[in-house]
């Protein structure tokens, strides 16, 4: 079973209905309140939900609009809840406690549900395509490792920057989330909620100015291994990217290191080599890289040595990277398919350093020692990835969510009341709304995972990436 979804398109309604409607859903399924538009005679909106479990999660994309909550919808309905909004298009204010705050794109606001409030969006006139999009985090008070005295400082002044540090990671982490979806088993959800809670934790502490240790250990260890796989994924092209060098460029011990990714079933090494395998596997199977050699594709993600690549990626996947690639020469792997388009895009790095200053960061001292010879493996250099914090296209802002699978919300059920409270009930899943899985390969052997470390033995050195 996959993360529980609902879309909806105010377009399966007349022009003069959808406003109405979009109304109705959000009271229904985040909270009630007062919708008005200079659009009200053809509003064109979407909603994407999804059920992370902990939190609650949507996509909003939306003309111009004003939202009010007031007190006697509160009095009526409290369902307790914080709302952590990243703007991506569009400009937006919130109002609340008598204070207000302008929010621009790649900006996050906070405010309390049950708290009156007042939000309004304007679009960006000048774009071709005109309008807000919106991504909302719904977080439980009780949920939230942070005093209800401390977090009511933010309501209606705290704007937080989704470009860099904490914020940027967060940022990165909820357009991705959409993206990656229907990828997700029902062991994965709960653990996927988990960790969107302490980013956002994390980045209100860190606003606050209330210092690492007003958050649990467990949070600020979930926020330090997020951080690592995101120094990880940017850096995976540099042969000269070991636990060394990484464990250095997060100022902790290599020890430390070592027991972070323990707790998680695997070792820096493991981790590394195998998303690098994965990018090598990924563009292998890429008719775009047709004209590329294999030892290229190899070398473009740090491994410089073609006979350890080989050997590495066949125990991996039971077969050569020939034969993959031959196994895979007409249609690329479904789940290695072209990205959706970008718009947008953002290149800031999420520890806070752009990629062109990474010069000047610890992870390059140990990256010029290994050039100087102290790693066998570090020649040389192939360049640096950096990340998009754009949705895919077409996605709007999130919200919770009460229906199984992708649920896409029709106007031909004629009790719209109904609908709302079983969105799920007569309709038929749109075709392609949930992609087929991938078959497997005829000739590949099942994946390999890593042998599981026996309970309370320390850390090994790891091997050769």
Known sequence: MQVRQTLVNTRDYPPGERLEFFREVVGTSIVPTEIRSEHRSDFDATIRMLDLGAVGLSIFRFPSLESCRTARMIRRSDPDIYSLN?????????????????????????????????????????????????????????????????????????????????????AHHLCELPRHAGELRSADVARVGTITLDLAAAMLVHHLNLGATALPLETRQQVTYTRIHAFIERHLSDPALTPPAVAAAHHI???TL??????QGTTVAEWIRQRRLDRCRRDLADLAFRAHSIQAIAARWGFVDAAHFSRVFSTTYGMSPRAYR????????????????????????????????????????????????????????????????????????????????????????????????????????????????????????????????????????????
């Open 326 to 465: 031959h196994h895979h020469k007409t249609t690329p792997t479904p789940e290695y398919g072209p990205p959706p388009p970008i718009s947008d895009e953002v290149s800031d790095s999420n520890d806070g350093t752009p990629p062109q200053q990474v010069g000047a960061h610890p992870y390059d001292a140990h990256r010029r020692a290994a050039d100087r010879g102290g790693d066998q493996h570090a020649q040389g250099r192939t360049g640096v990835v950096t990340d998009d914090l754009e949705p895919a296209a077409g996605s709007a802002p999130v919200g919770r969510n009460r229906t199984s699978q992708v649920t896409p919300v029709s106007a031909r059920t004629t009790d719209r009341a109904e609908r709302l409270r079983n969105p799920a009930a007569g309709r038929r899943a749109s075709a392609g709304s949930t992609p087929p899985a991938a078959a497997p390969s005829p000739t590949a052997a099942p994946r390999r995972s890593p042998a599981p470390r026996r309970a309370g033995a320390p850390a090994g050195p790891d091997q050769t990436l």
């Open 86 to 170: 990243l703007t991506l298009r569009g400009q937006g204010s919130v109002d609340q406690d008598r204070q207000t705050c302008v929010v621009r794109q790649r900006q996050f606001s906070f405010f309390d549900m049950s708290s009156p409030h007042t939000i309004r969006y304007v679009e960006d006139r000048g774009d071709a395509d005109p309008g807000s999009t919106a991504i909302t985090v719904q977080i439980p008070h009780a949920l939230l490792p942070i005093p209800a005295n401390k977090a009511r400082r933010l309501n209606g002044v705290g704007v937080m920057s989704g470009r860099a540090g904490i914020g940027g990671l967060l």
């Open 258 to 263: 070592h027991r972070l990714f323990q707790t």
């Open 253 to 255: 011990s290599l020890r």
